[in-house]
């Protein structure tokens, strides 16, 4: 069976400091992979996404991920964070050249961020 | 333009009791998905709709949960005789899946369940 693995609970970085989260998978396959943020209250909203080609992926609100084969890891990054993005994250994967099927989510990392 | 929505927003039960959790998918929109959100997890799959036809669902975890999507539109779960165990929040997503296109899952804000 497909699982997700987010190793970091709980995060605190500063401001304007570099972020990584890590996220690995398990699938006999590579998966379709994905990054989504939920702020309290708000629906998960989707950051980016990988299906195939470029292993470096560029999401919305500055995130990029880079997809590693040889380690089935997905790690999101982000340059320079902002208080606006303390919020939990979820990496997620779904079954290869599948339209319509459902998402196997990590149990997620919380963000806090440092003024 | 319209999210999906959901509602009630909050609701909560008495043991035992019925509930009935509405989503909204975007207009148009011909897959939907219901996941369930424990407290500190992440979403768990419990089922899926394309339009009408209910094609997966492996993720209810009880003959008391049941989902429906009638005109393949508007969708409900229903959970019958609610356990405290059932305490989560029930996210619904809506995706346009069109061949060979993006697979994007559309999230609305949920309904937190709460069942004393």
């Known amino acids: ?115 | 333009g319209a999210g999906v929505s959901q509602s009630p927003r909050y609701k909560v039960a008495k043991r035992g009791q019925d509930v009935a959790l509405r989503c909204d998918p975007i207009s148009g929109h011909v897959s939907l998905f219901w996941y369930q959100q424990a407290l500190g997890q992440g979403p768990e799959f419990l089922t899926y709709f394309q339009n009408e036809a209910q094609l997966d669902k492996s993720g209810l975890p009880s003959d008391r949960f049941f989902a429906e999507r009638p005109e393949g539109s508007v969708s409900t779960l229903k959970i019958q005789r609610t356990q405290q165990e059932d305490s989560a929040v029930y996210l619904c997503a809506s995706s346009l899946a069109t061949r060979g296109g993006s697979y994007e899952q559309y999230f609305g804000p949920g309904t937190r369940l709460t069942v004393t």
């Open chain 1, 1 to 115: 069976a497909q699982s997700v693995t987010q190793p970091d609970i709980h995060i605190t970085v500063s401001e304007g400091a570099s972020l990584e989260l890590r996220c690995n998978y398990s699938y006999g396959a590579t998966p379709y992979l994905f990054w989504y943020v939920q702020s309290p209250g708000q629906g998960l909203q989707l950051l980016l996404k990988y299906f195939s080609g470029d292993t470096l992926v560029q999401g919305i609100k500055g995130f990029e991920a880079e997809f590693k084969r040889s380690q089935s890891s997905f790690n999101l990054r982000k340059p320079s964070v902002h208080w606006s993005d303390a919020a939990e994250y979820f990496c997620a994967v779904a079954p290869p050249k599948s339209s319509g099927d459902k998402l196997t989510f990590g149990t997620g990392t919380r963000l806090a961020v440092r003024p």
